[in-house]
């Protein structure tokens, strides 16, 4: 289930799923500690009038509900229509920008003749710090009027006011455990126990009371504030309690009207079918950042009801692209922060590891250290090599004395070193590590290609920090890289670029002829090969000749027989939206602008309302596929409008 809505400020990240109900409940790291994540752990909305209660998702058959965000700012707005009940939801939901505190505005409208009694409950589960054993407390806090969830130095405090006044009624209890479903099922009646304390694995129900004319409405102002301590989530509530929920709304779109300006700064060079995707995709890039620096790289947990594991960790090379952007526009802290994050995880042989928790920790990992009998660092190189690339170009663009004074020594160097020297003797290509896509361990195309780029950037960067020795021993490194990518990388029979190939124990090399959507992309974009070298544009063609589409489609998988989430045989791989945006981006770069729009226009009708994109399509029936939103492919989206407005010698 995607999350059509998301909202952040660095700290804490909410996901709103199809139904309307908070899914993901991040805090203190975005991407770390879900408080909710699960099918089983979710917070309930429902309606009681004239003795019929109606829930948002357990009724979800009664309710209309849409999506949008239609306030400039990363305020989403979810819209539920009960025909049956005769009412209406309207809930504006927000992250505060400056404190942590989630957000509902609902308005509750009446859309029948008679007046009416309507209750509205807001229901609460927790499984604080993501855990599943049965350790959380849940209070009344009469003098606060509000409810507290806690463990340990993780601090719910849950209010609401209608009115001027509180809700009216709570329950709290037990969900999950000795027979209990939840206290959700204790507003059946229309009425809730009250009650103090509970223990275990706990949930609580907050009610409040609507007496509405005919086709009258009201306002419920409803929070969640979190804090690390009791006494922090207790002052963060009385701050919501004295400024209203509608006082720090409006202070959260000013500062993401603030926050948007340099993307304001180019939209006007947009065309106005761009303009809201393009600031949207803006937003959802900056609420899936950690404000330590971790890039996440989907916050969307769904896959854990099904998979062993979800996206909620900083990949360095999907950091790396979704701040490209970024460093395009201008914005400096989220690069500036991305980089200290990449110092203080770097191995001290300079490569960064295959994956990382918002707080630095290392993410789960499916590889190796021994490859066939080959015994290496489980790493994906592309990453190390497109952090540096990167870095490269956030310097490029401000041209700051402390960036190399603070970065040079400490993060270029060690990285410029290790890609130098984790090199093939054989093929004066860069040993093999694992592919871009977490699968193989090779010596890729696509890694080659990053790799002589990263070694280019850190050249120049070594001559203007003074170091010529590294200068020239980089640049002869990628030199070589360059002159044997065209002895060993292309594959003439298939006019095409090898996936990547291995020197094998005893001196011979095996190649994988497999079409990698990466390969042909990686050479064109970091200059491996020329654009107008017969390589590169033999192997274009028979890209899109492999991956052939009816007339006016555009999806691309990631490679051959690609078996990630694959559901029909019968095509060679899902579509992904990146891989459709890299193809836009090479036809921007041919100067064919209006084929480009062709692909992002055919890629738009797979978005969700609200604009998320999700990682992949199923070709078969256009349903979406994996996380969603996707940082990455927001982040390509960026990537192929800024393009389209900015002169090709100055895009890389």
């Known amino acids: 289930m995607a999350r059509p809505i998301v909202l952040g400020n660095g700290e804490m990240h909410i996901g709103i799923n199809c139904h309307g109900l908070v899914?993901?409940?991040?805090?203190?790291?975005?991407g770390l500690e879900n408080h909710v994540a699960g099918k089983d752990i979710k917070h309930h909305v429902g309606v009681w009038v004239e003795g019929q209660?109606?829930?948002?998702?357990?009724?979800?058959?009664?309710?209309?509900?849409?999506?949008?965000?239609?306030?400039?700012?990363?305020?989403?707005?979810?819209?539920?229509?009960?025909?049956?009940?005769?009412?209406?939801?309207?809930?504006?939901?927000?992250?505060?920008?400056h404190q942590n505190t989630f957000m509902r505005n609902i308005h509750v409208v009446n859309?029948?003749?008679?007046?009416?009694?309507?209750?509205?409950?807001?229901?609460?589960?927790?499984?604080?710090?993501?855990?599943?054993?049965?350790t959380d407390t849940v209070q009344h806090l009469p003098n606060s009027q509000a409810l507290l969830h806690y463990r340990g130095r993780r601090v719910f405090v849950v209010a609401g006011m209608h009115e001027n006044n509180p809700f009216d009624q709570h329950s709290v209890g037990l969900f999950g455990i000795e027979n209990h479903e939840g206290?959700?099922?204790?507003?059946?009646?229309?009425?809730?126990?009250?009650?103090?304390?509970?223990?275990?694995?706990?949930?609580?129900?907050?009610?409040?009371?609507?007496?509405?004319?005919?086709?009258?409405?009201?306002?419920?102002?409803?929070?969640?504030?979190?804090?690390?301590?009791?006494?922090?989530?207790l002052h963060i509530h009385r701050q919501v309690k004295r400024a209203g929920v509608d006082g720090r709304m409006e202070a959260t779109r000013g500062w993401w009207q603030e926050w948007l300006q340099p993307g304001y700064r180019v939209l006007d060079r947009l065309e106005e079918k761009y303009r809201p995707p393009f600031l949207l995709s803006l937003m959802v890039i900056k609420s899936q950042i950690d404000k330590r620096g971790a890039v996440i790289a989907s916050t969307d947990t769904t896959m854990l009801n099904y998979s062993r594991d979800a996206y909620g960790y900083c990949w360095p090379r999907d950091a790396a692209y979704v701040l490209w952007p970024l460093i395009r526009l201008g914005y400096t802290e989220e690069p500036l922060r991305f980089f200290e994050f990449a110092r203080r995880v770097m191995h001290p042989s300079g490569y960064l590891m295959h994956k990382f928790r918002a707080d630095g920790a290392l993410g789960s990992s499916w590889h190796?250290?021994?490859?066939?009998?080959?015994?290496?660092?489980?790493?994906?190189?592309?990453?190390?090599?497109?952090?540096?690339?990167?870095?490269?170009?956030?310097?490029?663009?401000?041209?700051?004395?402390?960036?190399?004074?603070?970065?040079?020594?400490?993060?270029?160097?060690?990285?410029?070193?290790?890609?130098?020297?984790y090199i093939d003797e054989t093929t004066h290509l860069p040993r093999p590590s694992y592919d871009l896509?977490?699968?193989?361990?090779?010596?890729?195309?696509?890694?080659?290609?990053?790799?002589?780029?990263?070694?280019?950037?850190?050249?120049?960067?070594?001559?203007?920090?003074q170091d010529p020795d590294s200068a020239v021993k980089w640049r002869t490194?990628?030199?070589?890289?360059?002159?044997?990518?065209?002895?060993?990388?292309?594959?003439?029979?298939?006019?095409?670029?090898?996936?990547?190939?291995?020197?094998?124990?005893?001196?011979s090399i095996q190649k994988d002829d497999t079409i990698d959507t990466s390969s042909v992309f990686g050479s064109f974009m970091f200059g491996l090969f020329s654009a107008e070298s017969p390589e590169l544009k033999a192997a274009m063609a028979t890209l899109l000749e492999r991956f052939k589409q009816a007339p006016g489609t555009y999806g691309l998988p990631r490679y051959e027989e690609d078996e990630y989430h694959r559901i029909d045989r019968s095509i060679p791989g899902n579509w992904w939206f990146i891989c459709s945006y890299w193809l836009a981006q090479y036809r921007v770069e041919e100067g064919n602008v209006e084929e480009a729009k062709k692909i992002i226009d055919w890629i738009s009708q797979y978005s969700l309302s609200t604009g998320i994109l999700s990682e992949q399509i199923n070709p078969s029936d256009g349903r979406l596929l994996s996380v969603a939103p996707l940082t990455w492919s927001h982040a390509e989206y960026l990537a192929t409008l800024l393009d389209m407005i900015t002169e090709p010698s100055s895009k890389k």
């Open 477 to 507: 490194v990628a030199d070589d890289i360059y002159n044997a990518a065209g002895k060993h990388l292309y594959n003439r029979e298939r006019k095409s670029f090898y996936k990547g190939l291995i020197t094998k124990k005893d001196g």
């Open 111 to 134: 859309t029948r003749e008679s007046a009416r009694d309507i209750r509205l409950f807001m229901h609460q589960a927790f499984a604080i710090g993501d855990s599943r054993s049965n």
């Open 23 to 30: 899914h993901d409940f991040y805090f203190p790291y975005v």
């Open 183 to 233: 206290t959700y099922r204790d507003a059946e009646d229309g009425e809730l126990s009250n009650g103090n304390v509970e223990h275990g694995r706990v949930d609580s129900t907050l009610r409040f009371r609507l007496q509405l004319a005919p086709h009258e409405s009201g306002r419920v102002h409803y929070w969640i504030a979190a804090g690390t301590s009791l006494r922090e989530a």
């Open 368 to 421: 190796p250290y021994t490859h066939n009998g080959v015994v290496a660092p489980p790493i994906q190189e592309d990453e190390t090599a497109l952090t540096l690339f990167m870095f490269s170009q956030f310097y490029h663009m401000h041209r700051e004395k402390y960036l190399l004074d603070d970065f040079y020594e400490t993060l270029i160097k060690p990285m410029g070193d290790f890609l130098a020297e």
């Open 437 to 465: 896509w977490e699968q193989y361990f090779l010596t890729t195309t696509y890694t080659t290609a990053v790799v002589y780029g990263a070694l280019l950037a850190a050249a120049e960067l070594a001559e203007f920090a």
């Open 53 to 97: 209660l109606s829930w948002l998702d357990i009724n979800a058959d009664e309710w209309e509900i849409t999506f949008s965000y239609p306030h400039k700012a990363l305020i989403g707005r979810v819209s539920a229509s009960n025909h049956k009940l005769g009412v209406i939801l309207e809930f504006d939901d927000a992250v505060d920008a």
